[in-house]
């Protein structure tokens, strides 16, 4: 039976963001999070021709390092495989190249990140390279994973249950992730994950609350963490879809 | 061939005959240049 | 997406779904678990074991009577209810 799913932001950023799903599976939960971190695809250069190199590292640490520099990715289906966006870099020494030096031939891909630094250049020193990008899966390298740092917890339910005796020392208890207080959801980390903290002197329970996920998102840039859950849900639906048609063959 | 002299930084060419030497300072060190030709790299 | 059937009887079919890893294998197998007409589903993601990697293979077995061919493409139906709902939930929320 397809879920009725629930989403509850907890806390919400362009890059980084935790929310709440309920009424998910496992599965499910998990199969989101695999696709966001490795079928969402995103822009990376992918070859570059160094037209001019006088630094002291060779063209293949500076390809890498170029190839991991995080670049905007627009929006679905605007560009599909093999398509091809050109940056260019031309940076003279003594001088620190960095992403922002990289100038894009489309306004859509840009560096996500301004102040990566590639390679810092002594008095005649020169690097111009010319740069290809190409939209990948984070299946195929890493400099394509637009989920950077992607994980859930179940949702902890916390329950006082009554006073802790008279004398007894308290003891911190540690929990992580969010907890549900009577409807009302808060990250541990406001206080300081210690639950002794937060119910002084009573006796608490906790437990996991059944198909209730809290995901931690983060991207690379590329685009925000809605554009990335979004994406990743489009991604295992496409795969349903030619599925379901592959099937009725 | 190109390369540059170690020692006098000038240009030198070398053909079969003369051996590997400088013929501006006879400097016995020559540095091959870097060709001037853009290079493709794939990034792995 | 290739599909090849290994194996095929009135209520029990393996089929190799070409191109897929856990992502989508697992949440298909969750789906097709939860149907009534669904008995087992299970899929192996190496079954040569390091014979050389093949693509996953899915087994599913149906109750009497139904086609376990149906079963899959109701399964992958499931699955595409599931991530619409799942979208139009996280936008609404968004």
């Known amino acids: 039976m397809p879920g009725e799913y629930d989403v509850e932001f907890v806390e919400r950023g362009d890059r980084e963001a935790r929310f709440l799903v309920r009424g998910a599976t496992p599965a499910f939960a998990n199969g989101i999070r695999r696709a966001m971190v490795a079928d969402v695809p995103t822009m990376a250069i992918d070859e570059v021709r160094f037209i001019e190199n006088s630094s002291v590292m060779f063209d293949e640490q500076l390809a890498l390092r170029l190839g991991l520099v995080p670049l905007t990715t627009p929006p679905e289906g605007e560009f599909v495989e093999d398509d091809v966006v050109t940056l260019s870099l031309d940076v003279s020494g003594p001088a620190t190249a960095y992403s922002r030096d990289l100038v894009s031939g489309d306004a859509l891909v840009t560096p996500a990140e301004e102040n990566v630094p590639i390679i810092e250049l002594k008095e005649g020193q020169r690097l111009e390279v010319e740069a290809d990008a190409r939209i990948e899966r984070g299946q195929t390298h890493a400099k394509h994973q637009g989920g950077v740092a992607v994980g859930y917890r179940h949702l902890q339910r916390v329950e006082v249950v009554g006073d802790l005796e008279e004398f007894e020392d308290e003891e911190s208890r540690i929990v992580r992730g969010v907890i549900e207080d009577e409807g009302e959801l808060l990250n541990a980390e406001e206080f300081d994950n210690d639950l002794a903290k937060r119910y002084p002197g009573k006796e608490v329970r906790v437990e996991d609350v059944p198909d209730a996920f809290v995901f931690h998102v983060e991207t690379d840039g590329s685009f925000t963490v809605e554009e990335l859950v979004t994406r990743a849900a489009d991604s295992i639906e496409a795969r349903a879809d030619e599925l379901e048609e592959a099937v009725q063959l | 061939m190109a390369y540059k002299c170690s020692r006098c930084k000038r240009d030198v060419e070398l053909d079969e005959y003369g051996g590997v030497r400088c013929p501006y300072c006879g400097h016995r060190v020559l540095l091959k240049e870097r060709s001037r030709d853009v290079k493709e790299v794939a990034v792995e | ?94």
Do not use: C, W
């Open chain 3, 1 to 94: 997406m290739e599909l090849r059937v290994t194996e095929s009887a009135d209520t029990e079919l393996s089929i190799e779904i070409g191109g897929e890893d856990h992502t989508f294998m697992n949440v298909l197998k969750g789906a097709l678990l939860e149907s009534d007409d669904v008995t087992t589903a299970t899929y192996d993601m190496n079954p040569e074991q390091s014979g050389g990697q093949t693509e996953p293979i899915l087994t599913i077995k149906t109750r009497e009577g139904v086609d376990p061919l149906e079963a899959l493409e109701e399964a992958a139906g499931t699955v595409r209810e599931k991530t619409t709902s799942f979208r139009e939930s996280f936008e609404a929320a968004a």
